[in-house]
């Protein structure tokens, strides 16, 4: 019943921005948790941002500066800011929803995944 479509990817050079989207079906819970994870070929899954209901926010060290997660909630909409690309940020990116457990566990719900490349 929960769905998410992502947005946004596509291809840049280093150093240079996107900004991905997520829709998000209608999800209100006060423990749930929304983030975005990345996954490159050969490479295990990586869950680099997240955010509460009440806009508490964690984030990998791999992207801890450069990448800032946020949300719309009149809009059902999750958004990543990636700024400051670099190649090894070359994956598939995902949008996820779920209970908060405090961890990058928390997914429950997936979407297809956009890609984004980071050209040298």
């Known amino acids: 019943q929960v769905q998410l479509v992502e947005s946004g990817g596509g291809s840049v050079q280093a150093g240079g921005s996107l900004k991905l989207s997520c829709s998000i079906s209608r999800y209100t819970d006060s423990r749930r948790c929304m983030g975005w994870f990345r996954q490159a070929p050969g490479k295990q899954r990586e869950g680099i941002a997240r955010?509460?209901?009440?806009?508490?926010?964690t984030y990998a060290d791999s992207v801890k500066g450069r990448f800032t997660i946020s949300k719309d909630n009149a809009e059902n909409t999750l958004y990543l800011q990636m700024n400051s690309l670099k190649p090894d940020d070359t994956a598939m990116y995902y949008c996820?929803?779920?209970?908060?457990?405090?961890?990058?566990?928390?997914?429950?719900?997936w979407g297809q995944g956009t890609q984004v490349t980071v050209s040298a």
């Open positions: 955010i509460t209901a009440f806009d508490f926010t």
């Open positions: 996820a929803a779920g209970t908060c457990t405090g961890t990058w566990a928390f997914a429950t719900y």
